[in-house]
């Protein structure tokens, strides 16, 4: 590890996200954790140790803005199922419920861990976790814990969302019940427990009524909690214009939304945070990427890793992929989206998601030499270093011809 502070430097691009375009090569001095200062090398301060990354991409740290990982079970048997046909009724749900209440707080932590290392290791820097697969008060509070400590293992930065509104579970009596449990007895109890910083609601047909989810969101907003949802994924419910008027800091999915719904969101702070990957599984439409940029909706890509539609955990480059090839976004654009975009839909554009003077340093640099490299390659692009707050989180020995090298007393 090189002294702090330090500087990086490469003579390849460098997306923050917008280009670079001063002289090359560029410089990064890193401060404390923070961005100190970027420019032209010839004009950086003078530091003891410096990284040099060559002609290597580089970016901020990638923000996964929407997962879910407190789950046990398996259910690609469903995915191949709606492959063949088969329509999504989300009782797949309740089955990743009762798998994950027969675990141990041990099984789930590691299998979150897991999942968690898996993104660290495909330049995630922040990732954003649901809870969800409980759907009572000991259970979603195990959830939301059992994320805490996976997440004090590892470096990435890790911000929870309270998603006891995923699905009315089979011991409730009804919708109208449980969104009381919820809004009366869950959030209290999380918000106390200071176990989320975000609550979500997936608002649909069969699941919550635009009535119950504004209830929630509501409730979790004056306990202090920021609010989220799931919109328009299954039906064009409305989701997008509540989640607008609630002043949401993100609406997610989006598949079925319309004009209105986008001159909604256009007229909000509310960022659009979009998921190609369940999207092309269930095939149920994609959401309008660029009506969205076009209207000047801030737009994020996540992955949507979860039990039941979307099962790749470490997809984030591919996402950015998707996002370029199947919705329309330049290539960009998509990494704006995963990187500036994600930080807003969580509420943390001022210290993630670029690079910028006064931000974490966050950055990754790339096995390739272009942006291009992510619709290209689909899925396949790696980091060669990341770092988080300064510290790297992250390298590979993969073999280049500019691999980058630390050294001391850089001329």
């Not at 010839?42 to 996964?64: R, S």
């Not at 690609?76 to 994950?100: F, H, K, N, Q």
């Not at 910083?197 to 202090?224: M, N, T, Y």
Request: hydrophobic share 45%; proline share 6%; net charge negative.
């Amino acid at each position: 590890m090189p002294a702090d502070p330090f500087l990086v430097i490469g003579r390849g691009r460098l997306l923050r996200p917008k280009p670079y375009d001063g002289p090359l090569p560029w410089a990064i001095l890193v401060r404390d954790g923070q961005i100190a200062w970027l420019g032209a090398r010839a004009d950086a301060p003078e530091t003891e140790a410096i990284t040099d990354l060559a002609d290597a991409l580089v970016t901020p740290g990638l923000v996964n803005a929407h997962t879910h990982p407190a789950f046990l079970g398996d259910r690609s048997d469903e995915a191949a199922a709606r492959l063949a046909g088969a329509p999504y009724t989300g009782g797949g749900i309740l089955r990743t419920v009762a798998a994950t209440r027969a675990g141990s707080d041990d099984e789930i932590r590691a299998a979150i861990e897991d999942r968690l290392r898996a993104e660290l290791a495909s330049g995630t820097t922040t990732i954003e976790c649901k809870s969800g697969y409980g759907l009572s008060t000991t259970e979603e509070l195990r959830a939301l814990r059992l994320i805490g400590e996976a997440a004090a293992e590892l470096p990435i930065r890790v911000v929870r969302t309270f998603l006891g509104a995923h699905a009315v579970p089979p011991d409730a009596g009804s919708m109208d019940e449980y969104t009381k449990v919820v809004a009366e007895e869950i959030l209290p109890a999380v918000a106390a427990g200071e176990l989320a910083e975000f609550c979500d609601v997936f608002c649909d047909r069969d699941f919550f009524s635009l009535e119950a989810s504004e209830r929630i969101l509501r409730a979790a907003a004056g306990l202090g909690l920021g609010i989220r949802m799931h919109a328009d994924q299954l039906t064009r419910s409305g989701g997008a214009e509540l989640a607008a008027r609630l002043g949401a800091t993100s609406a997610d999915h989006l598949e079925q939304l319309d004009a209105a719904g986008v001159a909604a969101l256009a007229g909000s702070s509310t960022v659009a945070t979009l998921l190609p990957g369940p999207a092309i599984v269930m095939r149920g439409g994609l959401p309008p990427a660029r009506p969205l940029l076009d209207a000047g909706v801030t737009v994020a890509l996540a992955s949507d890793a979860n039990a039941g539609t979307f099962g790749a955990w470490g997809a984030m480059p591919l996402v950015i992929g998707l996002g370029a090839t199947m919705l329309g976004m330049t290539m960009q654009e998509a990494v704006a989206a995963a990187t500036t975009g994600g930080a807003a839909a969580l509420g943390l554009a001022a210290r993630k998601g670029a690079l910028e003077v006064g931000a974490d340093a966050d950055l990754v640099a790339w096995d390739a030499e272009h942006e291009g490299a992510f619709g290209l390659n689909l899925g396949s692009v790696r980091p060669l270093q990341t770092w988080i707050g300064g510290t790297l989180a992250g390298a590979t020995s993969m073999a280049r011809s500019a691999r980058p090298h630390i050294e001391r007393n850089h001329p």
